[in-house]
Structures are given as C-alpha cells and as structure tokens.
C-alpha cells in the first residue's frame, strides 16, 4: 500500500505559476511510475503528465504542454508538478496517482492505469 498526500495548491491568477507536490509513504516509492490527474466541478477525471521511475520518460496532456512540467525526488518521495502560464480552465482539484508499471506504457493517459490515489489539491486560478 502507498499513501499519497499533495499539497501546494491554492488560488492564483490567469498567468501565475504554481507548484504542487506530492509525498508518497508506506510502500517503496522509487520502483513506480508517477501521474497526475485533475478533476474540474462537473467534469471527467483528466489526465495532466506522468514520469517513468527515473524520469527518463514524461508524457503530458496537449492542454498542458509547454506550460507543466512534472518531476521527481526519489530520494524524498516526492513528484512535482510545476504549472506555469496558468489559465482559469485549469481551475480544477488536482490528484496524484501510482502506476505500478515502472516503464512507459500507452495506457498513460488512463486512470484505470493508476494504482493509488491521493486526495487531491484544489487549484483555482481567476481571470
């Protein structure tokens, strides 16, 4: 079992950047791939980017392209997503999630995918 707890978001405005992170515990971080998802009032879970156990792989969302930039610390048990020029439709509660499958897969975009879950981080970002 992994528990997964993100912090940093907040309420920003149209332009700002903002980092969320995400610690992971219990079971040995380093071996899984990472992903992060958002959710928006009334919309479908999306999926934003994902990481591969080194790092060597990132996959992101055409909506966020250029704009997110996911990581890692496998040292702190951490992944990181860096969001800059930020937009009101990104406004949503943003999760990170455990993908066992340590490798790149083409199944990144799905959350069936994903193994466990973090409660989430509200991000609002005003016009």
């Known amino acids: 079992q992994v528990q997964l707890v993100e912090s940093g978001g907040g309420l920003v405005q149209a332009g700002d950047s903002l980092r969320l992170s995400c610690a992971a515990s219990?079971?040995?971080?380093?071996?899984?791939?990472m992903g992060w998802f958002r959710q928006a009032p009334g919309k479908e879970r999306e999926f934003v980017a994902r990481?591969?156990?080194?790092?060597?792989?990132?996959n992101y969302a055409d909506s966020v392209k250029g704009r997110f930039t996911i990581s890692r610390d496998n040292d702190k048990n951490t992944v990181y997503l860096q969001m800059g020029s930020l937009k009101p439709e990104d406004t949503a509660a943003y999760y990170c999630?455990?993908?066992?499958?340590?490798?790149?897969?083409?199944?990144?975009?799905?959350?069936?995918?994903?193994?466990?879950w973090g409660q989430g981080t509200q991000v609002t970002v005003s016009s």
């Open positions: 999630a455990v993908d066992k499958n340590r490798y790149y897969t083409s199944s990144y975009a799905w959350s069936l995918e994903y193994d466990y």
């Open positions: 219990g079971r040995a971080f380093s071996p899984y791939a």
């Open positions: 990481i591969t156990w080194r790092g060597g792989i990132t």
